[in-house]
């Protein structure tokens, strides 16, 4: 059974930094890329950022480029979120998701996602 969980999400204040772990199990990790997704109360999924098997290659939206960082540990199973500069618009439950094929085509649709973890941007 796939598992993904997510944690390290919280309330954090404008400006500052948050990061979410995402754990792994029951698919071979390092053949797949995996993506953090994120949505806001009212709104629909978000992409948000992605990650190559090996970590060589990333991928993130407009609205997160240069203040979110995407890695994962292989050895761990695990993908996380380095996310800075945080702004109210950042919040939103964040949830990793991967696919059944190595790479997902469609960014508004995963086959796999964790529960999700809430991250509350407010002063």
């Known amino acids: 059974e796939v598992q993904l969980v997510e944690s390290g999400g919280g309330l954090v204040r404008p400006g500052g930094a948050q990061k979410l772990s995402c754990a792994t199990s029951?698919?071979?990790?390092?053949?797949?890329?995996m993506y953090w997704v994120r949505q806001a109360p009212g709104k629909g999924l978000e992409w948000v950022s992605s990650?190559?098997?090996?970590?060589?290659?990333?991928r993130y939206a407009d609205a997160v480029k240069g203040r979110f960082t995407i890695f994962r540990d292989n050895a761990k199973n695990t993908v996380y979120l380095q996310m800075n500069s945080l702004k109210p618009e950042d919040a939103a439950v964040y949830y990793c998701?991967?696919?059944?094929?190595?790479?997902?085509?469609?960014?508004?649709?995963?086959?796999?996602r964790g529960q999700g973890t809430q991250v509350t941007v407010s002063s």
């Open positions: 029951g698919f071979t990790f390092s053949n797949h890329w």
């Open positions: 990650i190559s098997q090996l970590g060589r290659t990333t």
């Open positions: 998701a991967t696919c059944k094929l190595p790479y997902c085509d469609d960014r508004s649709k995963y086959d796999y």
